[in-house]
């Protein structure tokens, strides 16, 4: 295995895991809609959700936990309220179909209330909310994860669910959108699966072990580990900001969960790698609400006052939500992207376990 960064061009990238997903038994579509999120992802500077979770989903397919050519099927639809059940099929297909509905009804309607169930793994939340700012919607998304648990408790000491992200966007007239997505651990696990690839350690209030002691060293919720008096084979995240982050985590895990239908975790550990999501997504239309104009004007006042603000010492300048993707995406767009050995080294096993040899070589990268 190499142990040195592997740098690819963007869409090189792209078609090496597209080439993947399809040997798995992914139409062509379905495996250039699945690579082009993930690489989008790393090209947003989520590496965590990037091309690394490929691995993962091509595993699930081989164990049946993941479907290849499934779409969203229908429960309900009222025009205002959505109910609809992923079936088990690639996030990245099922989130797409799913905002593109959501868009049309809410455009047409004013709003609409849209559950999702049963998806697969749906990436990077922040993608969906992109789609509905860029139709001009306001959009807000509670997600829970149906994987074993990786997120302790305020005061527990193992995990008792998934990182639950929650985020909100909202278009901003003149303006680069407002994109809020985050995990309401205190760092997403693929971070740790990043870090623990790259033998980084991280800051201690991240991570718990498998005897409920604070740790520094990623590994222990990304590989099994020594079981403690516990029992536990592996740590747990940190939820952020102490209650306030796992008051928000149980939020998600029942809105996201319990509301859409798609289940919350309440069982023992399973050596599975599909991961499911639940997630209620909000969509309102400022124009036939009625408020677009004053939206617009004071949303601008805020943001221009807030931008205004001076700079505390050694920070360069303000950032808001979205701006680091959109620095990012600039730079890696011409730069390229960087992919570690580890991810490399599974990136090459799936790759044989779906009967292609030499993946990497065969394909140009920088």
Excluded at 93 to 119: D, F, K
Excluded at 206 to 223: A, C, K, R, S
Aim: aromatic share 6%; charged share 15%; with cysteine.
């Amino acid at each position: 295995m190499t142990t040195q960064d592997t740098l690819w061009t963007v869409d090189a990238l792209r078609h090496a895991g597209a080439t993947i997903v399809a040997a798995a038994g992914s139409s062509a579509e379905e495996a250039k809609a699945v690579a082009d999120n993930l690489v989008m992802a790393n090209l947003k500077g989520h590496d965590s959700h990037g091309i690394g979770m490929l691995p993962r989903y091509i595993d699930a397919v081989l164990e049946g936990g993941l479907q290849p050519n499934t779409g969203v099927a229908v429960q309900l639809d009222t025009g205002t309220m959505l109910t609809l059940d992923g079936q088990r099929g690639y996030g990245q297909v099922i989130g797409e179909q799913a905002m593109h509905m959501g868009i049309e009804r809410a455009q047409t309607h004013g709003s609409c209330i849209m559950t999702v169930g049963q998806s697969h793994h749906l990436g990077r939340i922040g993608h969906w909310a992109e789609m509905a700012v860029d139709a001009g919607l306001v959009s807000l998304h509670f997600v829970n994860v149906l994987a074993p648990p990786v997120v302790a408790a305020w005061g527990g000491a193992d995990g008792r669910f998934g990182t639950n992200p929650i985020c909100i966007g909202l278009p901003l007239q003149g303006r680069d959108p407002f994109i809020l997505d985050f995990a309401t651990s205190r760092v997403a696990q693929g971070k740790m699966r990043v870090a623990y690839s790259e033998g980084r350690q991280v800051p201690l209030g991240y991570l718990i072990d498998p005897q409920g002691n604070p740790t520094t060293e990623p590994g222990v919720v990304v590989v099994p580990q020594t079981p403690g008096p516990l029992g536990n084979v592996l740590g747990a995240l940190m939820t952020f900001g102490e209650h306030k982050g796992f008051g928000l985590a149980v939020a998600a895990e029942l809105l996201g969960g319990a509301l859409t239908g798609g289940g919350t975790w309440n069982a023992e550990r399973v050596a599975k790698r599909a991961v499911y999501n639940g997630m209620l997504t909000i969509l309102i239309d400022p124009k036939k609400l009625g408020s677009s104009v004053d939206f617009d004007r004071d949303a601008d006042q805020f943001m221009s006052w807030l931008k205004a603000s001076p700079t505390a010492p050694e920070t360069d300048q303000l950032l808001t939500a979205g701006d680091p993707e959109r620095h990012t995406h600039a730079l890696r767009s011409s730069a390229g992207i960087k992919v570690d050995p580890f991810t490399m080294s599974e990136l090459d096993r799936v790759a044989a376990a779906v009967g292609i040899t030499q993946w990497s070589a065969q394909t140009a990268h920088a």
